[in-house]
């Protein structure tokens, strides 16, 4: 039975695929494409605003793409000067408040830009042009096909292809996010006095990837079209360390985080706030294993966050094994 | 009547809150000029607070009237008990013809961001100063705003959901950041929970 369906799902995805996909223009997965390559292939250092509501911050990057190897520094000018060095996509140190207790967490897959993907949750199309931190820019909409996820206007650089500006809206079109370059410089590769991280910065022992969603034991009765698990881990910061699970769900672009912590009071109010780009909500759910509480924060729109919570089950564990 | 008891009665119609009395008050004095003049200032004032667009020239008043006057003959004609009822019926058209005003107005006020949205990025950016997170002149960075319970105007006085709250969302942009991407979004919105901290 299950076989059955899940060779219905398969064929109606290949068909569905390329009718969904005539939507986005050529022009516009070209550029994505462009993107993708842009940032294995391309140095460069610049910086770059940040915007929220409510907060405000500027970074500086440098990223350098050299035999092979792809290693790129984050350091935020403003505040509490939080960084972070990525090497081939892995966070190798990071400041001990931006990534307290993750290096726990730490596995080695690593997200790459699939426009083909993309195509599939969001229509990709050329909008215009643009000027961005002194650049000549091409404006890709990323529009949602559904009302699951934001969309994104994507600015992108018309010589290199890299991000110049991405901005998030609601479906209301109000601004949810900005990341904005304000300078770029392609045409000078950082040096390695540029990619050596200040003292602060505490190297990360990634951790063997051991964590599956079947050994956490939990799985979700519903998910919004397009969005898989790319990540779990049976920890959960907060008051009760180590007693939750959480999981991490991406279609993409956007992503959100399940946590599951086994609570005592069953009386809980369930919670729903909005920050900017990221919703959060908290509900109850009483299981076979007890009352557990589901909190689902991430970039997607509240009401479906909201629906995320109420779909998670305790996994039946003969099942899965 | 006094001045005081018709500003109330405007801002009660304004929230949607007044009773047919006080409806029947705004509407014969909406005549006046200065009442329209409050009118108008008080929809500013509420546009402001719900940060909403204003569409500044929206008369709902001048088709109200005029949907009174239609409405007003034919119940005029009728006699005895049935007379009562038309007038009740025509109250209630009112009613409807008001709610239905401000509803409108207030979805003119989202179409207006969707239509600003549509066009290309430069439209796009006068958004946020409909909605408020641009930066303002007396803005201090100790307001800590992003984490509070009031956080967007959603109110939210859970115990133990304040102290909760940023480690969710800082899980989250880590294991985000973790997971790497095209762009620096990820650390970044982790790098902005951090200072919200």
Known sequence: MRAISLLSLFIGSCLAVPALAANSSPQANEWLHRLAQAERQQSYQGSFIYERNGSFSSHEIWHRVADGHVSERLSQLDGDGQEILRVNGKVTCATSDLLDGAGARADTAHRTLDPLKLMSWYDLKVAGKSRVAGREAVIISVIPRDQHRYGFDLDLDTRTALPLRSLMVNEKGQLLERYQMIALDTDRPPGDSDLRPRPGCKPLTPAVAKNTAARIGWRSDWLPPGFELIGSSAQVQGDDKGAGSSLLYDDGLSRFSVFLEPIKDANESDIRTQLGPTAAVSRHLVTAKGAIRVTVVGEIPLGTAERVALSMRAQDIQASQ | ?197
């Open chain 2, 1 to 197: 009547m006094s001045r005081e008891a018709l500003q109330e009665s405007l801002s009660a119609v304004l929230d949607n809150e007044a009773d047919e009395l006080e409806l029947r008050r705004v509407l014969s004095a909406l005549d006046d000029q200065d009442t329209r003049a409050t009118w108008s200032r008080y929809q500013v004032a509420r546009a402001a607070m719900h940060k909403e667009l204003l569409m500044p020239n929206l008369d709902i008043a001048s088709a109200v009237s005029a949907a009174l006057a239609e409405e007003a003959a034919p119940a005029k004609v009728k006699q005895g008990p049935w007379r009562s009822i038309g007038r009740l019926a025509v109250a209630a058209s009112v009613t409807v013809a008001v709610l239905a005003g401000v509803r409108l107005y207030n979805q003119d006020d989202i179409t207006g961001v969707e239509l600003a949205a549509q066009q290309p990025a430069q439209q796009t950016l006068s958004a946020p100063q409909a909605q408020g997170p641009a930066v303002l002149a007396g803005y201090s960075e100790s307001s800590e705003q992003p984490t509070g319970p009031m956080a967007n105007g959603v109110l939210q006085n859970q115990a133990g959901w304040d102290q909760r709250l940023p480690n969710y969302l800082r899980q989250h942009a880590q294991d985000s950041a973790l997971k790497g991407s095209e762009t620096a979004l990820p650390y970044a919105r982790a790098a902005s929970m951090e200072d919200a901290k």
